[in-house]
């Protein structure tokens, strides 16, 4: 297989999965505290992640 049938299948790939989403999941920017929805996990067994300031 070639390089370029190789790349072909592997941007074939990604393509699809930048296509899926789910609506449900908590996605939140790089370089964030992250989605309130990590917090409440952990809360709900008295733990905590970090203390935003």
Do not use: C, V
Not at 15 to 31: E, I, K, M, Q, V
Request: proline share 6%.
């Amino acid at each position: 297989m070639s390089i370029k049938e190789q790349w072909r299948i592997t941007d074939s790939i990604t393509a699809d999965w930048s296509d899926l989403t789910d609506p449900g999941f908590p996605n939140y920017r790089a370089n964030t505290f992250g989605p309130i929805e990590a917090e409440d996990l952990l809360a709900e067994n008295k733990h905590t992640w970090i203390k935003r300031i």
